[in-house]
């Protein structure tokens, strides 16, 4: 009986746990990181380190009760997606009254830690990316416009804002660039993805550019994003925020990702569109940990 009802209790925690999205939190915080770290000269003390742990747990609350709150509102279009199908909201396997009652108590502990023990700034900025997502994008913008990734992805771009308001109290030039290159990326990284994934869409209902204006039509709008993406890669060095080592990096990748456009729009096929979408999250993910090698190493 106790070792039943331990399988149960542990079954619900993992599918609370399935709501907060991990894999997209854990790159939320990774990028928030890095906004902290690039705002502190130096090695941090240990007065900072401390507070640089209070915000990623904060903004990682904060982050999992707007991934809990959109899979309420998208459970319909979840059920109908088979990358979607497996979230418990979907399945019926929790209620809106208990994944509302989850997203809340994530987002008060969370907006209440970052504002008692980071700074105020740091949790109005956390809780207007949180209303930007769950609200903005997921209910308005997401079901109305195949522009929905683009205006949208300005939440998705907060992180490294977040975490420089964190360290500094304020917003800075350089988390505005740190934004700016997450707010580029975001479209040619979501648009593989849904190139590959058009018929789950198509069937969802949801205006995906691919659904809207064909498959030709995203592909030369990823190459695109790719150059303009490169461009905005670069002002970290051009500013002075990094130095050669992050520069190499940073060529290296764009020039990796303007090819996977190229190729991508010359010759589709759903394999290279997948190749495209894994290579995006590497490009991002070691764009800024080159960021963090090149903060501490020159």
Known sequence: MIANFYMINMTVLRQFHALTKPRVIQLIVFCALIGMVLAVPGVPSAAQVGVAAMACLGIYLVAGAAAAFNCIVEKGIDAKMKRTSWRPTARGQLSDTQTLVFSAILCIAGSTLLYLWVNPLTMWLTFATFVGYAVVYTVILKPLTPQNIVIGGASGAMPPVLGWAAMTG?????????????????????????????????????????????????????????????????????????????????????????????????????????????????????????????????
């Open 170 to 298: 304020d917003v800075g030039p350089e988390a505005i660039i740190l934004f700016l290159i997450i707010f580029l990326w975001t479209p040619p990284h979501f648009w593989a993805l849904a190139l590959y994934r058009v018929e789950d869409y198509r069937k969802s209902g949801l205006p995906m550019l691919p659904v809207t204006h064909g498959s030709e039509f995203t592909r030369l709008h990823i190459l695109l994003y790719t150059f303009v993406l490169f461009a905005a890669c670069l002002l970290p060095f051009v500013y002075g925020m990094s130095s050669w080592l992050y520069l190499a990096v940073a060529v290296a990748l764009s020039v990796g990702f303007c090819w996977y456009g190229w190729k991508l729009l010359r010759n589709y096929s759903d394999e290279l569109a997948r190749k495209t979408f894994r290579f995006s999250l590497i490009h991002l993910s070691a764009l800024f940990a080159a960021l963090l090698l090149d903060h501490y190493l020159l």
